[in-house]
């Protein structure tokens, strides 16, 4: 039982357009989420966070969106840049008390930036 | 160079072998945990540590075994391995729970024949 969902497996962008990736998520217990980057054969970096208590947070490029409501989230990188072609992961933990204090990962959208 | 690292990258190991994945991390974070990553599967939770002393199970924690006797080490103990425990092991770490993001090592490559 999948409780965050990522169902886009691949998404192919244009060099300088907007890259939007989706994630989906059932346990409402999960209070923070987060995105991850991951290159062939290195560890996922991470990329951007957001708290329930927020709609949105910005840092650079990257803007994640989250409703909550809809227990769905999103990332937006504008403008897609060649170096964003990797495997993007959605990753979400509930607020102490609420499950295991680590992460639970959807299965990754491979974005490809297309020159 | 700060970071987390794991020893081995890679490694072969034949059924029913035993084996310990290290991890250390000198960032002096108190959340450690171990992942798994298979193909289609995305990452998924072994074990973690919330300090020294401290481990519980996470989601896939069968065949595992870890302890946590100081905060910088958080080894990872296969006990006798086997085909399903092919995959690529990552450790993480991070001082807050993972609001901040969890820094991650480079993984480990492990296959079972």
């Known amino acids: 039982d999948q409780q965050v969902k990522q169902n886009s497996p691949s998404l192919s962008v244009q060099e300088g357009r907007i890259s939007i990736l989706n994630c989906d998520y059932t346990?409402?217990?999960?209070?923070?989420f987060l995105w991850y980057k991951k290159y062939p054969a290195e560890g996922p970096t991470f990329l951007i966070s957001i708290s329930s208590i927020k709609d949105k947070n910005e840092d650079g490029r990257f803007t994640v969106f989250l409703n909550k409501s809809a227990k769905h989230l999103s990332l937006h990188i504008v403008p897609s840049q060649p170096g964003d072609s990797a495997v993007y992961f959605c990753?979400?933990?509930?607020?102490?008390?609420?499950?295991?204090?680590?992460?639970?990962f959807g299965k990754g959208t491979h974005l490809i930036i297309q020159p | 160079n700060a970071g987390v690292t794991q020893t081995p990258k890679f490694q072969v190991l034949k059924t029913g072998q035993s084996m310990t994945l290290q991890c250390a991390q000198d960032m002096n974070h108190e959340y450690m945990s171990w992942y798994r990553q298979d193909p289609g599967m995305g990452l998924r939770l072994i074990h973690y540590?919330?300090?020294?002393?401290?481990?519980d199970q996470g989601e896939v924690p069968n065949g595992y075994n870890v302890s946590r006797s100081t905060t910088e080490d958080f080894p990872l103990r296969l006990l006798s391995a086997a085909p399903s425990q092919t995959s690529v092991y990552f450790c993480?770490?991070?001082?807050?729970?993972?609001?901040?993001?969890?820094?991650f090592g480079s993984g480990t490559r492990l296959t079972v024949v």
């Open positions: 540590s919330v300090g020294a002393g401290i481990t």
């Open positions: 993480a770490s991070s001082s807050d729970r993972g609001l901040y993001g969890y820094t």
């Open positions: 346990n409402s217990m999960f209070d923070y």
């Open positions: 990753a979400a933990f509930p607020a102490s008390g609420g499950g295991a204090d680590g992460l639970t």
